[in-house]
């Protein structure tokens, strides 16, 4: 018998004794900057003939890691060798397989300001940020090993039938692709990685360009956790050219991914083609992004209002797919919304987070610097900049917090998704206007409504289209087993990651009946 599931504790890094661990990791970290990493491939550790660097975006001349780099003939070769340890590792008893999550759960306690720098080194992650969602890997871990468990040991009960015996089994699917983002890039990559691997299929993981070191500290800990090389295969390499060869290959069974809404639905159109030699509809899970709300009514207190703003909009320079990038307010309190988002915003520290705990760190790299600063240009032209819009250093891709206000609803910079430190606020008339204001994006996988009226937040309920809908709280940071996570419409297949539901994705069920 196993504990119940408990998400792990955060820390607070005003702790002097905390704070200390932080920067012993980070100095342990820097120490290992540039090192070559070589791909997995067949329980082995190979060489390509090309490479490339994956760079610190707080200083970005600073290697993190040197990268292998695969070709499509390295990715054949990886679904090659996944597809024939399959069957060996579907037959593994489910228990020991979740006994593999369960200990590299536990070397991820033991390593986790190390894993967490690693965070703040290769994708500008603030302190606790990183360490956030080096909990949520964990998370993931503790909660899908026992869920497997459970679904070993707890079939689905069937209607009883005079004469024989009918059982319902779940068996796994064979080879997935798993393709994760960078925002993410321990929780999410353990998240659909381990989901897999648990239920008994193989994987080739191609981590994101931009943290393919932070992935390859994970599958490290997986292996040390006894993991059978064989059943992974990490393949870091371009999303576009590697990206397609894993999701055409007639032995690909499944595509798990998360990143753009562009790329997922190339992604779920490649996959729905049938090539020649396969024998199976290929499963498509995918989380797409977001254009996320907070809105408040004219009964919500404005300081928590902004507050919320202000963390959802901000978090992480705003690169969530959870990001409160829109704060639809009443008109009645919409003034002191603004100024109090906008008092907050001016207290938000900015700086080189490998260096010091600022509040926000650097955007990813160049590409998304530049798209977040044209979307600055579009939203000159369609709204008022009340705050920020600016880089602040040419060291690393800084952006200043940006705050949009009067900002007309069908405005670009209110209805595409940024992905960064900008946030467009728009006045709504009423209660059914901040309803018609907040479904009306091509999205809808996070919003929060802050209200103190009961009725209308029991409505609220009912008429606020997202996945994941929070009430007088800010509409990020989703618990594993507490907030399943995942989005309608082009947000994503709405998989609920971390829910009681999300291993069938990589299960199949099997009816078995025995005449007595």
């Given amino acids: 018998m196993y504990p119940a599931f408990r998400n792990q504790p955060y820390v607070d890094f005003a702790n002097p004794d905390v704070a200390k661990k932080m920067r012993l990791a980070l100095d342990s970290v820097a120490s290992q900057l540039g090192n070559e990493y070589k791909l997995l491939v067949d329980g082995k550790w190979i060489e390509s003939s090309e490479k490339f660097e994956s760079r610190n975006p707080s200083e970005k001349e600073q290697v993190v890691g040197v990268f292998n780099k695969a070709t499509a003939d390295i990715v054949n070769d990886a679904i090659e060798a996944a597809n024939r340890y399959f069957p060996v590792w579907a037959n593994h008893n489910p228990e020991d397989r979740a006994i593999v999550l369960f200990k590299a759960a536990e070397l991820a306690r033991k390593r986790i300001f190390e894993l967490t720098a690693w965070e703040v080194f290769e994708v500008g992650k603030p302190w606790i940020e990183g360490y956030a969602d080096v909990c949520e890997a964990i998370d993931f871990m503790e909660f899908y090993g026992r869920e497997m468990i459970r679904y070993s040991k707890s079939p689905d009960e069937l209607t009883p039938l005079l004469g024989e015996y009918n059982e319902l089994r779940y068996i796994p699917l064979g080879v997935g692709a798993v393709i994760p983002p960078w925002n993410f890039p321990g929780a999410i990559l353990v998240g659909m990685t381990t989901a897999a691997l648990v239920t008994g299929n193989t994987v080739v993981l191609k981590p994101a360009s931009d943290s393919p070191t932070i992935g390859y500290q994970f599958v490290k800990v997986l292996l040390d956790a006894g993991l059978p090389p064989e059943a992974i295969n990490f393949i870091p390499g371009p999303g576009g050219k590697i990206g397609d060869a894993l999701v055409s290959h007639p032995k690909t069974r499944f595509i798990s991914f998360t990143g753009s809404r562009e790329v997922g639905c190339h992604i779920n159109e490649l996959a729905a083609r049938v090539l020649p030699g396969q024998k199976w509809i290929k499963r498509v899970v995918l989380e797409m992004g977001g254009k996320d709300f907070v809105a408040a009514d004219e009964t919500a207190d404005a300081e928590s209002v902004a507050k919320g703003i202000v963390t959802s909009a901000f978090g992480f320079q705003g690169q969530k797919c959870s990001a409160g990038s829109r704060a639809i307010i009443h008109k009645d309190i919409y003034d002191k919304v603004v100024d109090n988002v906008l008092e907050l915003t001016r207290k938000l520290t900015v700086g080189p987070v490998h260096k010091d705990n600022y509040y926000m760190g650097p955007v990813v790299n160049a590409a998304a610097e530049d798209k977040i600063m044209r979307y600055v240009d579009i939203g000159r032209s369609e709204a008022r900049l009340a705050i920020g819009g600016e880089k602040l250093s040419n060291a690393g891709y800084f952006l200043a917090p940006t705050v949009f206000v009067d900002v007309p609803d069908t ?48 409505d609220a309920k009912k008429r606020l289209f ?23 419409n082009m947000s994503g297949t709405d998989s609920k990651a971390g829910g009681r539901d999300y291993l069938l994705l990589f299960l199949q069920a099997k009816a078995i009946s025995e005449k007595i």
């Fill in 411 to 458: 405005a670009r910079i209110a209805q595409e998704e940024i992905f960064g430190p900008v946030v467009s606020i728009i006045k709504a008339n009423d209660y059914d206007d901040i309803v018609r204001i907040a479904n009306g994006t091509d999205y809808g996988l996070t919003g929060a409504f802050y209200s103190n009226d009961r009725f209308r937040i029991q």
């Fill in 466 to 488: 997202a996945g994941n809908l929070y009430i007088n709280r800010k509409c990020t940071a989703a618990l594993v087993g507490v907030h399943p996570f995942g989005g309608f």
